[in-house]
């Protein structure tokens, strides 16, 4: 699924709430050494209700930062991000241009 997930380009909207994400699982779907080869069109990415934590957040940057057009970022409750986990998701904030955070 990771692999089809960097080579689908239409999509707008990504929506991977309460699938259960924990750290291991984002790495698995959307994390290290994934390589995406054009940017990726997604304007929402729905992550709400996961248990990512700072590592999944670590392993979710390289796809964040592929999303030239990400507007609505949700990752809602129950992330247990933590102060790393925030740190990380800052450095990605600062390149994007959110409209929408939660």
């Not at 290290?32 to 248990?51: A, D, F, V």
């Not at 930062?65 to 740190?87: H, Q």
């Amino acid at each position: 699924m990771g692999e089809a997930i960097s080579e689908i380009t239409e999509l707008n909207r990504l929506d991977l709430s309460g699938c259960s994400l924990n750290e291991e699982y984002a790495d698995l779907l959307l994390g290290y050494g994934r390589t995406y080869s054009c940017p990726l069109q997604y304007e929402q990415l729905i992550l709400e209700k996961n248990q990512l934590g700072a590592r999944g957040i670590a392993a979710i940057l390289p796809f964040m930062k592929s999303i030239s057009t990400l507007k609505w970022l949700d990752l809602g409750e129950t992330n247990n991000l933590g102060v790393e986990g925030a740190r990380l998701l800052s450095e990605v904030l600062n390149h994007i241009c959110i409209e929408r955070l939660s």
